[in-house]
């Protein structure tokens, strides 16, 4: 365990759509936890994403990121939205994020996926299937198929073409695996490398490191698996899974079939982490500009995140837990947001749900 902190920075980067009524509820939690746990927080507000590419030209400027770097933790709502998705446009929203990613040297995007009893009912799988979920998906988060170069639009035998390379050096599945090792040892002591091994010269790369360091974790029960066959098991067999450590855009991929299981994506949590002080906590969900300033998104994924920011930016896991339990307390006081509510519910705003968390946050315990 890292040891805690006195008074530390935030950048805190709402973003577009739903970012900011999500951020301004995690800012919120930040700021009451902070208070209670005896941390001085000062949280400093940037541009990122769509509305960066208006106002500067770019998702993410050079000032934006020497910010980040500069800061204790970053916390991230989401980017992105129709009127930046032209195809012809210099940048994407999406950009901006990938930049702060590669920036930071954020290589591990780690995912929670628990199933709350108390959303059962609105998991898209049977509740005797997915009742007690409790997995972690270590996703690879720069490099792979999001990062590889050469990465452009060209021609091919006089037709348009494109093309995106998927591509890993030794040292980044290493450090990834080994991530994805940690991960195991503190919890339940299981490991899944997820790879396309029967296709792809990178899969066979990927599993031969990843067996090979098995080796030095004979205390951890490791397994490897195809990509596709674990996207069958994962929705046939949610419980059976501890750690599982993958390729960037499989993680992508997964993670959201994950997060459904949990009945909504507005309940996944995210922390990128790397090797140096820097991290970055971002809800698993999008902007959803469908619903931006409706006051109904659910903030509970970003207020997940901010408790894995006090555990593993600030240390302070007592913080992190009493976030965590507040939150768990919350849906079972039959709190919902729009995306969560079943017939009859208890229908809330974000605001009324991120104020029902906040009341319902323990402070240290004093024995
Ligand atoms: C995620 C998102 C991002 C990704 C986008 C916003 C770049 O889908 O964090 O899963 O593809 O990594
Ligand atoms: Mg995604």
């Not at 709502?77 to 994407?92: E, H, L, M, Y």
């Not at 021609?155 to 991530?179: K, Q």
Request: glycine share 10%; with cysteine; hydrophobic share 40%.
């Amino acid at each position: 365990m890292e040891k805690s902190l006195k008074a530390v920075q935030v950048v805190v980067t709402a973003g577009d759509g739903i970012g900011p009524e999500v951020v301004a509820a995690g800012a919120q939690v930040l700021e009451e936890v902070a208070s209670l746990y005896d941390l001085q927080v000062t949280q400093v507000e940037r541009p990122l994403g769509g509305g960066s590419i208006d106002k500067f030209g770019e998702p993410c400027t050079d000032e934006v990121l020497q910010d980040a770097l500069d800061a204790d933790a970053v916390l991230l709502g989401a980017v992105g939205g129709p009127q930046w998705d032209d195809p012809q446009a210099r940048f994407t929203p999406e950009e901006g994020v990938l930049r702060l990613r590669e920036g930071l040297g954020l290589y591990a995007n780690v995912r929670p996926v628990r199933v709350h009893d108390a959303l059962l009912g609105r998991s898209p799988l049977r509740p005797e299937v997915v009742r007690g979920t409790d997995l972690v998906i270590v996703r690879e988060l720069t490099g792979g198929l999001y990062f590889g170069r050469p990465k452009e639009l060209r021609t091919v035998d006089g037709e348009p073409a494109a093309v995106d390379t998927l591509l890993y050096r030794r040292s980044e599945v290493e450090r990834i695996v080994r991530h994805g090792f940690k991960w195991a040892s503190a919890r339940r002591g299981r490991l899944l490398s997820v790879d396309k091994f029967n296709v792809l010269v990178t899969g066979r790369f990927w599993r031969d490191i990843a067996t090979e360091i098995s080796r030095q974790y004979p205390d951890i029960e490791f397994s490897t698996m195809l990509a596709d066959a674990f996207a069958a098991a994962l929705v046939q067999r949610p419980t059976d899974w501890d750690v599982v450590v993958t390729e960037n855009t499989f993680g992508d991929f997964l993670s959201d079939e994950a997060g459904v299981f949990t009945g909504s994506l507005g309940m996944l949590p995210s922390a990128s982490l790397g090797d140096g002080p820097h991290a970055l906590y971002e809800p698993v969900h999008g902007s959803a500009p469908d619903i931006a300033g409706d006051h109904a998104a659910n903030p509970l994924a970003t207020i997940l995140s901010v408790a894995l920011m006090f555990r593993h930016s600030f240390g302070l896991s007592q913080a992190a837990t009493a976030i965590e339990s507040a939150v768990e307390w919350t849906l079972n006081d039959g709190f919902r947001t729009r995306d969560i509510a079943e017939e009859g519910a208890r229908l809330v705003d974000t605001q009324s749900m991120t104020a029902a968390v906040i009341a319902r946050i323990e402070g240290p315990s004093t024995n």
